[in-house]
């Protein structure tokens, strides 16, 4: 290991340390921060990841070939902007006396951007379906070794 | 000294004492019995061929210049709110701040599809087996659990701060934002310094694409990812560059919805001002070297008006400009005998608590002429819920410090 990654190394080391006093000295963050910290690891790692994976075997197993990376990628945009909009649709931070607070119709936003996607998904779906039989597919695209 | 009597013998002594903590730290661990070796934890487990380090540090790349730019922006959002002596922060250009902190949110934002990516493209790694060969990669394996816990953390608070849920964080917000950055920052300097040697062979030497045709690329994978930013960027980003508010259909502000066509964050009746806002016996108090100088609000709109276009941006990340008229706050520091080309004011509001009910102006933003105790709004009297009867409107400025309700301003001489 060569001395400019053993520095970056302590370096790193030492902003974590005072990352870690900072937040036991400030009487804002409490315990609280730390079962935030696992929670999102655990909810992210333990529950979204394996599902995001499971639908991904799902679509390798269930879907047509041809179908396969499009429907992927809409599902990947799709999921990204969900996490976004979920508490926005869900609408707790909404206040009686306060209407410039979220303002808009979010619920109806999300589906206007899933129509988009999955439209657009659509519409490359059928561009390769009418160009693969133009051209078949084990001609079109061989695995490079 | 008993240190220096004999430097050969202790350096030696150092030196072995080095050695033998290495030596102990890369002490293999026992291998735990192939039985538990189940599920995900098996060989292969998971099959796709898209994972490649190419794809992770590519993903890794843009994830570290993104949380650079978050940190930097953030930091300096951190820095104008609780401002150590070294500090320094102009008021000109007026919409600075608007465009660091914009920049902080929809960089955020634009994350989590990068950020997600990412640990799916690494996340065979959760269950390598043995899961530590020696106590040194158990501490590896320790720091990268902080990075994704840190990474996360940032991601999901930032998401629940704009949509303003702070029910699922019982924690401060910006202050565990804020320490979470650090353990962010620091646990990814680790990691690139333990990762560089992969990461530098997966840039430079070519990789070939391995995925089965038909599936999803690199390409693919990375062009999505893109996709998926772009359309965060732009469902968002309307609530601070408003020509694009009529398509962000998921920006937690529209920059011309509220009151006099202007956001607000906290209202009268939330900040329990309403009744101070609106008694007759309102009074400006102004203190200073010079004495005291009670105005009323007749006696505040009698003096010298000046009409400025001036940003609110908050630290959510929206923005909205508004026309303000008022009086100069460097004309009030004159009324309280200090020269205003060199004097702090401390700006206190009718709320009787609250974190954001007083601020400090700093000489910079002071001596700007731009800088006003505003009375009107788009040629209006301020809404109650933007401040009535004055409040504070400076130039480059978090909107959290542009304090509502002024009662009192103390000046004094800043040196």
Not at chain 2, 181 to 202: D, E, F, N, S, Y
Not at chain 2, 233 to 243: K, R, Y
Request: glycine content about 8%; hydrophobic content about 45%; overall charge positive.
């Amino acid at each position: 290991m060569t001395t400019a990654r053993r520095c970056l190394i302590a370096i790193g080391a030492l902003v974590m340390a005072y990352a870690v006093i900072g937040a036991l000295t400030d009487p804002d963050v409490k315990f609280g921060a730390l079962i935030f910290l696992a929670g999102v690891l655990v909810a992210h790692d333990g529950v979204l990841l394996p599902l995001t994976i499971g639908v991904g075997i799902l679509v390798g197993r269930y879907a047509p070939r041809r179908a396969r990376a499009l429907l992927r990628a809409a599902l990947v945009v799709s999921l990204a902007v969900t996490i976004v909009a979920f508490p926005l649709v869900l609408g707790r931070g909404r206040a009686a006396d306060n209407p410039s607070l979220l303002p808009l119709r979010y619920g109806r936003g999300l589906l206007e951007i899933y129509a988009i996607i999955w439209a657009t998904a659509a519409a490359a779906a059928t561009v390769r379906a009418w160009r693969d039989r133009r051209r078949p597919l084990h001609r079109r695209r061989t695995p490079r070794t | 000294m008993v240190r220096d009597a004999d430097p050969g013998v202790s350096s030696s002594r150092r030196a072995d004492l080095l050695r033998r903590g290495v030596t102990w730290l890369r002490q293999p661990f026992p291998t735990p019995p192939a039985a538990l070796r189940r599920g995900p934890l098996k060989r292969a487990a998971f099959d796709s061929k898209l994972r490649s380090p190419r794809l992770t540090s590519l993903l890794g790349l843009a994830l570290a210049g993104a949380f650079t730019v978050c940190f930097g922006t953030g930091l300096i959002s951190h820095l104008i709110q609780h401002p150590p002596s070294w500090f320094w922060w102009p008021s000109r250009p007026v919409g600075l701040y608007r465009v660091t902190q914009g920049v902080h949110v929809a960089t955020g934002l634009a994350c989590v599809p990068l950020l997600g990516a990412k640990l799916w493209s690494v996340y065979p790694r959760l269950f390598s087996w043995p899961p530590a060969r020696n106590l040194a990669h158990a501490i590896e394996r320790a720091s990268i659990a902080v990075l994704v816990a840190a990474a996360l953390f940032q991601l999901f608070s930032g998401i629940l701060n704009i949509s303003r849920w702070y029910a699922p964080m019982p924690f401060f917000f910006t202050a565990g934002h804020y320490w979470s950055a650090w353990l962010a920052i620091g646990a990814l300097l680790v990691h690139i310094a333990v990762k560089l040697p992969v990461i530098r062979q997966a840039l430079t030497r070519a990789t070939p694409d391995r995925t089965p045709p038909g599936g999803l690329s690199r390409r693919g994978l990375l062009a999505t990812v893109g996709v998926a930013a772009g359309v965060i960027t732009l469902g968002t980003v309307g609530q601070t560059v408003a020509p694009l508010a009529s398509i962000s259909v998921l920006a937690p502000r529209r920059p011309r919805t509220g009151p006099q066509h202007l956001p607000v964050n906290k209202t009268a009746a939330g900040a329990g001002v309403r009744d101070a806002a609106f008694n007759p016996a309102y009074r400006l108090t102004i203190v200073g070297p010079a004495g005291t100088v009670t105005l009323s609000l007749a006696d505040l709109a009698a003096l010298p008006q000046q009409t400025v276009v001036l940003p609110i941006s908050c630290v959510e990340g929206w923005s909205s400009t508004g026309t303000w008229t008022g009086v100069r706050l460097r004309d009030l520091v004159v009324l309280a005998g200090v020269d205003p080309d060199n004097a702090e004011a401390h700006v206190e509001s009718l709320e009787t608590r609250g974190r954001y009910r007083a601020t400090t102006v700093p000489p910079a933003h002071t001596r700007d002429p731009f800088t006003l105790i505003a009375l009107r709004l788009g040629g209006e009297p301020l809404h109650p819920d933007h401040g009535y009867p004055a409040r504070l409107i400076a130039p480059n400025r978090p909107g959290v410090l542009q304090t509502k309700w002024v009662a009192r301003i103390t000046v004094r001489s800043a040196s």
